[in-house]
């Protein structure tokens, strides 16, 4: 062993040794902690129990909200899953309000090439948004006045959802809304893919067939007030 390598090998000896002590010393002194604490703690005769510090003895909710953080969502999502309508319908409703349904600004966003993106409804040069579609679209404001409601245009979707409901004075209301964009997405995939001009009577009928199936669906004590809003309808 040369002198050089000793000295190496002696300064590799210092610096494992000088971890060690600080390891050590570490330990220790978590260890000191521990008596310290330990010196404190009282026993009692009860039995030992688990216990989670958001303070019940069940993985709940609550627990869910303390993990994750907890931000208040709009009431429209607590109407959405609450209403009547079938799956398909909440669903498509939902995909609406987190602005990913298939409309062809969000088309063009993913890219899609087509041949326009604007409106087919309506033909004015003006883009297909679903705040268009459902709200400001010609097509759009004859279904909703079939309601007797007139969508306000608002900074938010959820501003205008709740333009819509201050004006329908039922609780059903949110199964109405969903109903009614659900019947403006039919007429607008009706014209795209199968070249069916939109009509109002063709919409009318289509809201009052989705009225119909939703009576099976629908509490008791609503059905009165939904029997009537069918036969409104001719
Ligand atoms: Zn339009």
């Known amino acids: 062993m040369t002198l050089d390598n000793s000295g190496g090998l002696s300064r590799h000896v210092t610096l494992a040794l000088t971890r060690l002590t600080k390891a050590y010393t570490g ?10 604490k330990l010196d404190n703690f009282q026993l009692s005769p009860e039995k030992d129990w688990w216990t989670y510090i958001w303070g019940t003895p069940h993985f709940s909710q609550k627990a869910y909200r303390h993990l994750l953080g907890h931000v208040d969502a709009h009431p429209v999502f607590k109407w959405l899953w609450k209403s009547s309508c079938q799956n398909k319908h909440k669903v498509f409703f939902w995909l609406l309000i987190v602005d990913r349904l298939s409309t062809r600004n969000i088309l ?72 009614l964009c659900w019947t403006i997405w039919t007429a607008r995939n009706e014209l795209i893919f199968q070249g069916i001009q939109p009509s109002l009577g063709q919409c009318r009928a289509t809201f009052k067939k989705e009225l119909a199936l939703l009576m099976h669906r629908v509490k008791a004590k609503h059905k009165p007030q939904l029997e009537e809003w069918i036969s409104s309808f001719g």
């Not at 330990?27 to 310290?36: A, G, K, S």
């Open 108 to 179: 063009r966003r993913k890219n899609m090439v087509l041949p326009s993106y604007d409106c087919a409804i309506c033909n004015n040069g003006i883009e297909e948004t679903s705040q268009h579609l459902f709200f400001q679209c010609p097509l759009a404001l004859t279904c909703w006045n079939m309601l007797q409601v007139t969508p306000v245009d608002s900074d938010s979707f959820f501003g205008t959802i709740e333009s819509i409901k201050a004006q329908i004075s039922s609780h059903m209301f949110m199964s109405l809304i969903i109903l």
């Open 27 to 36: 330990m220790y002194t978590q260890f000191l902690l521990l008596e310290i």
